[in-house]
């Protein structure tokens, strides 16, 4: 299937979960519906960037895929909920999207919402300690603080890959030769597990365009620059130059806030 029609069914599907959302079931009955959003929203982000070369939808759906993460968030927190194992810090690419969007008071936010301890119940020890401590990174944390998470990350990592500890390294030491080699080396990581995956992925519609793009990768290199660790004259395999600098100028409209406000609605003239 090409990616333009790949494009219109994901869209399809966007449209039910959206609507599955704005009737406004309790958060914790729908995350998984929430999850699926987010997965669209990224995968329609993507095939705006390699149907058209559209980096403002790129960006803007990268977004919502963002305001979906902190929506949920939000909810679990206000309806009692923020244990569910779906609230998992790393469960979630969110942080990623709003970093690659530019908008990375976005990111901090949902970073902020996220549980600040390992949650087993939801997520590899590795994936959050690498996830927290980018959040604790991009807020500028205590430099010795910073460091407790970095060690933290180094013990959950033996054995394992060691291309993100490297990369939140180098970060940490401002060092930016040795980031683009972590960074180069975690780009190959990826990109093995993306085409181990390709023969089982035909029937998943977001795999393929996701595939193409590392939201990852831009999220850790809108992350260096912020940090002055520019490289500009490097490229990246699956990280376009394209989409590498610029933020999306104003953030679009929060559709899960607007949805929120006619649920609201309903339930009012409903009693």
């Not at 079931?25 to 390699?50: H, I, N, S």
């Not at 980096?55 to 305001?67: D, G, I, P, T, V």
């Not at 519609?205 to 004259?233: C, D, K, N, Y």
Request: glycine content about 6%.
């Amino acid at each position: 299937m090409s990616l333009h029609a790949l494009q219109q069914r994901i869209m399809e599907e966007l449209q039910e979960h959206l609507a599955v959302i704005a009737n406004g079931r309790p958060a914790a009955e729908q995350g998984p519906v929430y999850e699926e959003v987010e997965q669209c929203f990224q995968a329609t982000a993507c095939c705006a960037l390699l149907v058209a070369a559209d980096r403002s939808n790129f960006q803007k759906h990268l977004c919502w895929a963002a305001l979906a993460r902190r929506d949920f968030l939000r909810r679990s927190q206000e309806e009692g909920t923020p244990s569910d194992f779906r609230c998992a810090r790393s469960r979630s690419e969110a942080f990623f999207c709003a970093l690659a969007a530019g908008d990375i008071a976005l990111a901090i936010e949902i970073g902020d919402l996220s549980p600040a301890t390992w949650r087993p119940d939801g997520e590899y020890k590795d994936d959050f300690a690498y996830q927290y401590f980018l959040h604790q990174h991009l807020k500028r944390a205590e430099p010795g603080y910073r460091e407790a998470v970095l060690q933290q990350l180094e013990e959950a990592v033996p054995g394992a890959d060691p291309s993100r500890f490297d990369v939140c390294r180098a970060l940490h030491q401002g060092a930016r030769e040795a980031f683009e080699s972590a960074l180069e080396a975690l780009i190959d990581r990826h990109s093995l597990e993306m085409d181990g995956l390709r023969p089982q992925s035909g029937d998943v519609p977001t795999f393929e365009p996701q595939s193409r793009v590392f939201i990852e990768g831009l999220a850790l290199l809108r992350i260096a620059s912020e940090m002055g660790l520019h490289s500009e004259a490097r490229t990246y395999r699956l990280c376009p130059w394209t989409v590498r600098e610029g933020a999306l100028e104003t953030r679009p409209d929060d559709i899960f806030a607007e949805m929120a406000h006619l649920s609201g609605r309903r339930r009012s003239s409903a009693r």
